[in-house]
């Protein structure tokens, strides 16, 4: 029982009274000891899951949802991360534990969020690229959506839906519902081009991925 209703409210961006009022229906997993309201962190996890809730990992109560125009203004140097050492079975806590997030982030509620959608259905698209994303939208004290594309050392295979082997992980994290399905239509147009999947399968240096996105994003504005 390691959460209080502060903790509730924040972590599923609301006030107290509506934690309180859930409580009274009984729609929210606690447990009274001595008269004050206990919560444990992976059941409330696991009851926000079901029910599509976001949550927001940072101190923060309020933000402002970015609108997604351009990758190109997502990306940057530190979106990339270069000959990685992933395996199989451990590639998504490799993967986290490389983000440089605030140190307030609890990291395992990511990790736990990220496999809680792989249990669904794998991520791995085909043609050797893989889009692993959390099952719910959460907030990390970014003020944009995360993107980072991770070039592992040697293919894994995450039982594409193709059978191939991944040999590119474009990890997506939003802030809502609606931003994270324009991220996917983004990254869906890109991977239509054989050049951005050129790019990535050939490793190409992250200032001239940023420039082939650019090039693609102009044609479909135009």
Wanted: net charge positive; proline share 4%.
């Amino acid at each position: 029982m390691d959460l209080v209703i502060k903790d509730i409210a924040n972590l599923l961006m609301t006030s107290e009274n509506e934690i309180l009022q859930l409580i009274k229906k009984d729609e929210i997993p606690y447990q009274l000891l001595n008269d004050k309201y206990f919560f444990n962190k992976q059941k409330i996890i696991e009851w926000a899951l079901n029910k599509n809730i976001p949550l927001n990992l940072t101190k923060h109560k309020k933000f402002s949802e970015f609108h997604i125009e351009s990758l190109v203004k997502i990306l940057d140097k530190d979106s990339f991360y270069y000959n990685c050492k992933l395996d199989e079975k451990n590639y998504i806590e490799q993967m986290i534990f490389k983000l440089n997030l605030d140190k307030s982030i609890d990291k395992e509620i990511i990790i736990s969020l990220l496999k809680s959608r792989e249990s669904l259905m794998s991520t791995s698209i085909g043609n050797g690229i893989s889009l692993p994303h959390p099952r719910v939208p959460i907030v990390i004290g970014k003020n944009k959506p995360l993107i980072n594309i991770f070039f592992p050392e040697h293919q894994l295979h995450l039982n594409s839906l193709d059978g191939k082997p991944v040999h590119t992980i474009i990890l997506l994290i939003s802030q809502t519902i609606k931003q994270h399905l324009s991220l996917i239509a983004h990254i869906s147009f890109l991977l239509s081009k054989e050049t951005f999947r050129f790019a990535l399968e050939n490793r190409l240096d992250y200032k001239e991925i940023i420039d082939i996105i650019k090039r693609i994003e102009l044609t479909r504005n135009n």
